[in-house]
């Protein structure tokens, strides 16, 4: 995995659109919440515009960065036969999986960690109230990310066509999850409903996490519909990942 991993962080490194998107991508993105949130009315929500931003934003840079990047990556080594080749040797599947998505992984636990201390330090924003809650959000979307990103790999027929099938969860998660809008301020059935998305109980975790007011049904929850969201993605992963390429 270690092997895999610097490899796919040497071409991240070389691929410059790839790169911009997960290095940039997150702290512009940030500057786009901060301006949803700002037209909206946080009265009543318990976070100012700082704090529902840069909570929004965690998720995002786990979005842009641990789902969109691996599926590239992924499509890319099945149509170069690399997927292929890496399973005649002695790594199993996971590891293959895990293996190459390890550099994303890692760019979106250190952008979340640049968030928390930039936010702190520098934005009169609160120190996290409850941190287990905030690295438990953030490793599980950080599995949930993946195995999403190997569910939309095996629809994928190319790495151009992966910038329209990244689509669909990127623009629902955005809307429907909390990213740019806190669930708060939505119409009471609405909300409900958004809950179920796959990416909404990591925000609550997150957000939770960072600025507290949570009860503990609400953190089990959370915790229950991410849990139950990988467990499909990981049996459609097993169901439907494509090893080698269309003919």
Request: some cysteine; hydrophobic content about 55%.
């Given at each position: ?57 965690i ?59 930039a ?47 990244t ?81």
């Amino acid at each position: 995995m270690a092997a895999l991993g610097r490899a796919e962080l040497t071409l991240l490194v070389r691929n410059r659109y790839a790169l911009f998107v997960a290095l940039l991508m997150p702290l512009l993105m940030v500057g786009v919440i901060r301006s949803s949130v700002a037209g909206v009315g946080l009265e009543g929500t318990g976070m100012s515009v700082a704090e529902a931003s840069l909570s929004g934003g965690i998720v995002m840079a786990l979005l842009l960065v641990v789902y969109l990047n691996p599926v590239s990556a992924y499509v890319a080594r099945r149509e170069e036969l690399v997927l292929k080749r890496l399973r005649t040797g002695e790594v199993s599947d996971r590891e293959i999986l895990a293996g190459t998505a390890l550099p994303a992984g890692v760019l979106g636990v250190a952008q979340s960690v640049l968030m928390v201390v930039a936010g702190v330090a520098f934005l009169d924003v609160r120190a996290p109230e409850r941190p287990e809650l905030l690295v438990g959000g953030v490793l599980l979307g950080l599995v949930l990310l993946v195995t999403l990103a190997a569910v939309t790999a095996g629809l994928t027929r190319t790495v151009e066509s992966a910038q329209i099938t990244t689509m669909p969860l990127f623009v629902v998660s955005s809307a429907g999850s909390g990213l740019f809008v806190p669930l708060e301020v939505f119409p009471e059935k609405m909300a409900s409903l958004c809950e179920l998305l796959p990416l909404t109980g990591v925000m609550t975790l997150v957000r939770a996490g960072w600025l507290g007011g949570i009860e503990p049904g609400e953190a089990v929850g959370a915790v229950t519909t991410t849990l139950a969201w990988t467990v499909i993605s990981v049996f459609a992963v097993q169901r439907w990942f494509r090893w080698e390429p269309r003919r």
